[in-house]
């Protein structure tokens, strides 16, 4: 089985300072990990990924992810926030265990960055 | 590249009726799918296919149907509309999950039905 967790409804910033989103997950296999952003009125766009290899990877936009194995966690970051960072922003697992075609979505988190 | 498409954007139901909401992409992808978003809710699976022919359930596929009868093309079909399915649709797209293709989806830019 697969899943992931999303733990906080609302992520507040103030532009400028450092943002910080959290994911854990669980799987059965190894997981490939996802991060996607959703704009008001819009579909989902996909930032980054982690299948294998450095734990830190980059994606658009400046944000960043780091894939934790023992903590099961993947939680994304960026130095510093934008107000065009606003948005909702999911993370998502594939188990690679054989069978699995269909990924794992969190609830979400809303990212509000005050100007 | 139109990438992933979905029609109509916007759409009001009465309870009972029934419509199709379309889905194509352009990008030769294997596996589509189906969510429903709802606010705070997520993303729940709907229906997904991994190749023309071939579709299944997902979690809330109740009051749904599909069929993929060409790669791109992927229409979800409400049948005697109720009230509980007024949301945002989204269709998405992915390669298929085999050696180096890791699965990212590609979203169209969603479908807003309201059944009254």
């Known amino acids: 089985a697969q899943s992931v967790a999303q733990p906080e409804d609302q992520v507040n910033v103030a532009e400028g300072n450092p943002l910080t989103v959290k994911c854990t997950y669980s799987?059965?296999?190894?997981?490939?990990l996802f991060w996607y952003v959703q704009y008001p009125n819009r579909g989902l766009q996909f930032l980054l990924k982690?299948?294998?290899?450095?734990?830190l990877v980059k994606g658009s936009y400046g944000f960043e992810a780091e894939f934790n194995k023992s903590q099961t966690s993947f939680h994304l970051k960026k130095p510093s926030a934008l107000v065009s960072d606003s948005a909702l922003y999911f993370c998502?697992?594939?188990?690679?265990?054989?069978?699995?075609?269909?990924?794992?979505f969190g609830k979400g988190n809303q990212v509000v960055v005050i100007p | 590249n139109a990438g992933v498409t979905q029609t109509p954007k916007f759409r009001i139901l009465k309870i009972g009726q029934s419509m199709t909401l379309q889905c194509t992409q352009d990008?030769?992808?294997?596996?589509m799918y189906w969510y429903r978003q709802d606010p705070g809710m997520g993303l729940k699976l709907i229906y997904y296919?991994?190749?023309?022919?071939?579709?299944d359930k997902g979690e809330v596929p109740n009051g749904y149907n599909v069929s993929r009868s060409t790669t791109e093309d992927f229409p979800l079909r409400l049948e005697l509309a109720a009230p509980s399915q007024t949301s945002v649709y989204f269709c998405?797209?992915?390669?298929?999950?085999?050696?180096?293709?890791?699965?990212?989806?590609?979203f169209g830019e969603g479908s807003r039905l309201t059944v009254l």
């Open positions: 998405a797209s992915s390669y298929s999950w085999t050696g180096a293709n890791t699965g990212e989806l590609f």
């Open positions: 998502a697992v594939r188990d690679t265990q054989y069978g699995n075609n269909r990924p794992a």
């Open positions: 982690y299948i294998t290899g450095d734990n």
């Open positions: 799987v059965s296999g190894n997981p490939y």
């Open positions: 990008m030769n992808h294997n596996y």
């Open positions: 296919s991994v190749g023309a022919g071939i579709t």
